[in-house]
């Protein structure tokens, strides 16, 4: 989105990941990246109000600041960003003592996805959990508690929830960010989510449109294709995002994927079929389009940064998300100058990068007015998402050996290679809590081939707590669970992805979903607590 090495949107490169490619020479032709234009001019501050890029540090750079003063209505924040709430809440008063109204940015899915607590891990269970429960009154109620965190850190705009139907249960990048896989229920949650989090200021962002969820390949990486009829995609993909618009949903986020059966050439980002005829057209949907991040290879590796950026706008969005990876002024001043020559050349309407512009400053205006309260406020600390990640729990008793965990364990920890959308650095597991409750915990991580012979060698006689995500997606992951089981058969396992195997072990608990709160459930049923 993709972070202080986690990506933008949900779903940008993240920082220190690959330099997007920038195809052909900018349109920007002789106009200087150093700021030749005025920044008086209409033009220019369009150019600017229309981008929400991202930046180094957890002050506000000069940059930055003198930028807004020249039109740039909107900043992303990503975990590079963040050290404490505190932090972040003096950061944005200094942003907005530039501009008052201006839109701050984060993808803050909670679960998985958290840049609010990147270090920690999300004090709130993601979508898959809440899914699992399927209660809209406790969804509404999370993304309530959790709006009013973002605002009380002065965020007033969330590129989430994910409406995504996980259709594809191998889907690389989705997976335990949906709510699941029945339309049905990913729409009533969708909607539950946006009512809860738009009552505490903070706009929302249904994203991947028109759907992500059926699809075996990241949009970090290539263009994923979903190809079924447009039958399929009425009933499932498009049926959580009329679900988010009815809710009054402030934004939408477009997806980088190619749909044949809506535009067989252009994917969705760059589709005025999909964001125009579709989404504005059919739909009648009349609120800001934000973009995925616009560094991912699906669309940079595709057309190139800048012209991807232009062919956006072109087609109907309104706001470009851009900074999980580019940072810097030099990629804001890139950009302003490739919009102003689209413009000047003709590829770009004047007019429809003026009513993009003015869609981001209506929605920067409509959050100024609903979050100022929260922002005063603070935010509680309800306790709302250990009680939600409880709740979600699964748990499965073998017939012998299921008796709780009392003494010092092993947790061996099976990783995967990391999800980009929700990056490397955000801990994960059940070990810390487990630590606290059970000193003397040992642990390792292990992957490959090989990896259960080895957790059963560091292991040595203690009792224990095998903890994957998505095993079912892994067959070394698999087989290591296997090998411990057989040799070990007290063997606790933990699935924190989505629990597609059948349930193995002694204790089988799944979480569904990795966010700290979720292993904080888990280690209070291992020790019996």
Not at 57 to 72: M, Q
Not at 457 to 472: P, S, Y
Request: net charge negative.
């Amino acid at each position: 989105m993709t972070t202080l090495a986690t990506p933008a949107s949900g779903d940008a490169t993240p920082s220190g990941g690959a330099t997007p490619a920038t195809g052909a020479t900018s349109a920007a032709g002789a106009i200087s990246a150093a700021g030749a234009l005025s920044a008086s001019d209409t033009l220019t501050r369009n150019a600017l109000a229309v981008l929400q890029p991202g930046f180094d540090g957890t002050t506000a750079p000069d940059w930055v600041r003198r930028r807004i003063g020249e039109g740039l209505a909107s900043v992303g924040l990503f975990g590079r960003n963040v050290e404490t709430a505190e932090q972040v809440a003096a950061l944005t008063a200094q942003l907005r003592a530039e501009r008052e109204d201006l839109l701050v940015a984060i993808d803050e899915e909670s679960g998985d996805v958290t840049r609010l607590e990147v270090r920690t891990g999300s004090s709130y269970p993601g979508n898959f959990a809440l899914g699992a429960v399927d209660d809209p009154a406790l969804t509404r109620e999370v993304a309530a508690d959790l709006g009013r965190r973002l605002a009380a850190c002065g965020i007033n705009f969330n590129w989430a929830p994910s409406a995504d139907v996980n259709a594809n249960p191998d889907n690389p990048v989705i997976g335990v960010r949906s709510f699941g896989a029945d339309p049905r229920l990913v729409a009533r949650h969708t909607a539950a989510y946006v009512e809860g989090m738009q009552s505490s200021g903070v706009a929302t962002s249904a994203k991947h449109f028109p759907g992500h969820g059926d699809t075996a390949i990241d949009s970090h990486h290539s263009v994923p294709v979903i190809d079924v009829d447009r039958d399929v995609l009425n009933s499932r993909d498009l049926a959580p995002f009329r679900a988010a618009l009815a809710a009054g949903t402030r934004a939408v986020m477009s997806a980088h994927i190619l749909a044949p059966a809506l535009d067989p050439e252009n994917p969705g980002t760059v589709s005025r079929r999909i964001l125009t005829d579709l989404l504005r057209g059919e739909l009648g949907y009349d609120g800001l389009i934000v973009t995925d991040g616009m560094d991912m290879q699906a669309i940079a590796g595709r057309y190139g940064f800048e012209r991807g950026c232009v062919l956006a706008i072109a087609a109907g969005a309104d706001a470009i998300c851009v900074g999980g990876g580019p940072s810097d002024e030099g990629t804001v001043l890139r950009l302003r100058d490739a919009f102003v020559a689209a413009v000047r050349s003709g590829e770009l309407p004047e007019e429809r990068l003026a009513d993009a512009a003015n869609r981001v400053r209506s929605l920067a205006k409509w959050t100024s007015v609903s979050g100022a309260a929260e922002r005063s406020g603070g935010a509680p600390d309800t306790g709302i998402g250990l009680v939600a990640a409880r709740r979600a729990l699964t748990v499965t008793r073998g017939e012998t050996y299921a008796a709780p965990v009392t003494e010092a364990p092993y947790v061996a920890t099976f990783t995967p290679l990391p999800n980009i959308a929700v990056g490397d650095e955000t801990p994960w597991g059940v070990t810390a809590e487990l630590e606290r409750r059970l000193p003397g915990t040992a642990s390792g991580s292990f992957s490959g081939d090989g990896a259960g012979a080895e957790a059963l060698a560091a292991a040595g006689e203690r009792r224990i707590v095998a903890v994957v995500r998505d095993a079912h997606r892994h067959a070394w992951m698999s087989a290591a669970v296997r090998t411990l089981v057989t040799s070990r058969p007290d063997t606790v396992v933990v699935e924190m992805g989505v629990p597609q195997s059948a349930p193995t072990g002694a204790l089988h608990i799944a979480t569904r979903g990795a966010a700290r709160v979720c292993g904080e459930a888990a280690a209070e049923v291992i020790t019996g607590a």
